[in-house]
């Protein structure tokens, strides 16, 4: 997160940050799926693959559209871009959510009794907790990568920082670190882990 967030990123960076995080994302996702009905490999990296190039694709795409914006101001055009992290991960979160799960989708999720007790399989419950994942990756990288470039912005503009710039990555670290443990329990907690249909 700290590393989505640097300023003044070069393609290279942008591209590899993307990478480090869809990479992250996938694994996450593929150890908290549904694992009551075996997924092939294949799905797992078409998920992989899908959510690296929207994510990659989408920030190099916004960074690219904002250095070509004339109308802005440097300093615009500089805090315009900390925020690209966040439409480039969030939609590249859902891609890899759906392509990663697509097959709970068309075979559908176990339903459980009040026992919990196994009484069939639902395509339409499959449906409700795609849904509700996805969204959940949607608010989880909000306050991440949304508060700290707002934070910093303010911060950077203190004596402090302007005449020890080398703490700039320390300071961010700890507000990244901070927004993580505010949006986490945010996100998880948008949804009940049992639901009912």
């Not at 439409?87 to 859902?94: E, Y």
């Not at 559908?108 to 990756?137: F, Y």
Request: charged letters at 10%; proline letters at 7%.
């Amino acid at each position: 997160v700290v590393g989505l967030l640097l300023p003044n990123q070069t393609l290279a960076s942008t591209v590899f940050w993307q990478w480090l995080n869809q990479s992250h994302n996938a694994c996450v996702n593929y150890a908290n799926r549904n694992a009551s009905k075996p997924s092939p490999t294949s799905k797992f990296i078409q998920g992989y693959l899908g959510a690296v190039i929207s994510a990659v694709s989408i920030a190099v795409g916004l960074n690219v559209l904002i250095q070509r914006a004339n109308k802005f101001t440097p300093a615009t055009r500089l805090l315009i871009q900390r925020f690209v992290p966040f439409p480039a991960v969030a939609s590249a979160n859902i891609c890899n959510v759906v392509l990663m799960r697509h097959t709970e989708l068309e075979e559908g999720i176990d339903v459980l009794d009040n026992n919990g007790n196994i009484v069939g399989s639902s395509r339409v419950a499959a449906k409700h907790a795609l849904l509700e994942t996805a969204l959940t990756r949607v608010v989880l990288p909000m306050p991440i990568l949304v508060l700290p470039p707002i934070i910093m912005s303010v911060l950077e503009k203190t004596s402090l920082l302007r005449t020890r710039p080398r703490m700039i990555l320390p300071v961010q670290s700890l507000v990244c670190l901070a927004a993580f443990g505010l949006a986490l329990p945010l996100a998880i907690s948008l949804f009940p882990q049992m639901s009912e249909v």
